[in-house]
């Protein structure tokens, strides 16, 4: 791999505290088959809405920078928004679309690298998951 993959801003995120939510309304978790990695996402709505998340993850850099971005980015937003979040980390992936949030830029050296776009999107699943009805 690439060192401009494990960027400093990549490094960075990862090394945040992250810590889970008690109480929550909603926990989901997430596994990546592929490479072990695995998210817990806590998250606390009201009207629809994350009010607040929490989260574990445990696996590489790339998965637990990806939370930190996720938690930062979950207030406010309900299923929908969830999704869009989503499939806007989808898009900037696979299909080479502008970053949904300019947090996610960092994560922009990992298009050629097909076998870590799980690792990036599974926070993201994991919310959109936990925001949906």
Request: glycine share 6%; net charge neutral; aromatic share 2%.
């Amino acid at each position: 791999m690439s060192d401009d993959l494990y960027q400093q801003a990549i490094k960075d995120l990862a090394a945040r505290e992250s810590s889970r939510l008690d109480p929550a309304d909603v926990s989901v978790t997430l596994d990546n088959p592929l490479c072990g990695d695995r998210i817990v996402v806590d998250a606390r709505l009201s009207g629809g809405k994350v009010e607040a998340v929490g989260h574990a993850a445990k696996g590489c850099l790339l998965c637990k920078a990806a939370a930190a971005v996720m938690a930062d980015n979950a207030a406010g937003r309900d299923a929908q928004g969830a999704a869009e979040l989503l499939d806007g980390a989808r898009a900037m992936l696979k299909q080479g679309a502008e970053p949904p949030l300019p947090a996610l830029a960092p994560f922009l050296t990992a298009r050629p690298h097909k076998s870590r776009h799980d690792c990036i999107l599974l926070p993201f699943k994991a919310l959109a998951k936990a925001t949906s009805p």
